[in-house]
């Protein structure tokens, strides 16, 4: 299929190259023979030139068409495609009106003018799709990758949660932890843990810190256990059945506070995974059936 498409490119391209030489070979055969009146060859000599642009500008676009069709890792770059499509186009208005024998200099510098102003109304959105360009061309992740994105300009828009004891082991203030399931000409939108989608803009995304996880976690899970459990008869126990874990390396348990009858276990590890939370939840029931069957003796 992927060939029978290239192919019908091929033909396509191959037609508008031989479109390109005809109007090329017509303008010059009228140039020099001087068939067409003086005053309708300007009007024509402006046709074959925007025509021919045209044809470069369509050839120019299917390429890239079918280069982002090809690769997958780029399918989220067909809005250059119109970046292409409408720069195209605003150069065939220059060349045309130059045809004609219009002064395209204060065409250029009103352009400048006006977009200008448009740039000072629209300066978050283009903003955004700057921001884009600069992420498909940097690529500091790609589509599917799982990524945590700090960015200090949504501070209250995360879930915080209070420091207390046996909360998470870090304040969540400003993070979006999940899956970059697409990334558009304005927003990056990322599939979070908790299954909603975020759509975070651009502009935003450059200026944040980005941590890519590739598929393992550092944990850590606190546990309560009473004094009369002596800490060396159940080190060595923890260590060797959370050690079962997927992956599991660089295991670590000691006593990391104590109170008037009990001490509390802390256990870290690095993991096989991208969920800290089930991880923390398989370590606690590691510790849970070593330390509950001995509180009964």
């Known amino acids: 299929m992927d060939r ?13 190259i031989v479109l390109i030489i005809v109007l090329l070979a017509l303008l010059y055969v009228l140039s020099l023979f001087h068939i067409v009146p003086i005053k309708f060859s300007r009007i024509l000599y402006a046709v074959v030139i925007g025509l021919v642009i045209y044809a470069i500008v369509r050839i120019v676009t299917k390429y890239v068409e079918r280069f982002i069709s090809l690769h ?7 809005y250059i495609v119109f970046i292409i499509s409408l720069l195209g186009y605003f150069i ?41 360009l600069f992420l498909s061309i940097v690529r500091p992740f790609k589509l599917g990758d799982h990524i945590v994105v700090n960015t200090w300009q949504f501070p209250v828009s995360f879930p915080s949660y209070p420091p207390k004891y046996f909360s998470r082991d870090f304040i969540e203030g400003s993070i979006y932890r999940g899956i970059v399931s697409d990334i558009s000409i304005n927003y990056t939108s990322i599939a979070l843990e ?6 975070i803009p651009n502009n935003i995304m ?21 004094k009369y459990i002596n800490f060396n008869d159940i080190y060595n126990k923890i260590v060797d059945e959370v050690g079962t874990l997927p992956g ?11 109170t008037v009858n009990t001490y509390i276990i802390l256990v870290r590890g690095d993991f096989q995974g991208e969920d800290a939370d089930l991880v923390r939840s398989q370590i606690l029931q590691k510790v849970i059936g070593i330390v509950e069957p001995l509180k009964k003796q």
């Open 4 to 16: 029978a498409k290239g192919k019908s490119i091929a033909v396509y391209v191959g037609s508008m």
């Open 72 to 78: 997958s890792e780029f399918k989220h770059l067909k």
């Open 92 to 132: 065939i208005s220059l060349a045309v009106l130059a045809a004609l024998g219009i002064d395209v200099s204060s065409v250029i510098l009103g352009s400048a003018f006006l977009s200008a102003i448009i740039g000072l109304a629209a300066q978050s959105v283009l903003a955004n799709v700057f921001g884009g």
């Open 206 to 226: 450059i200026q944040a810190a980005i941590t890519l996880r590739h598929g393992s976690v550092t944990v850590q899970a606190r546990y309560e256990v009473p």
């Open 194 to 199: 908790s299954g909603d989608v975020v759509k």
């Open 248 to 258: 599991a390396r660089n295991i670590g348990v000691m006593i990391d506070e104590t």
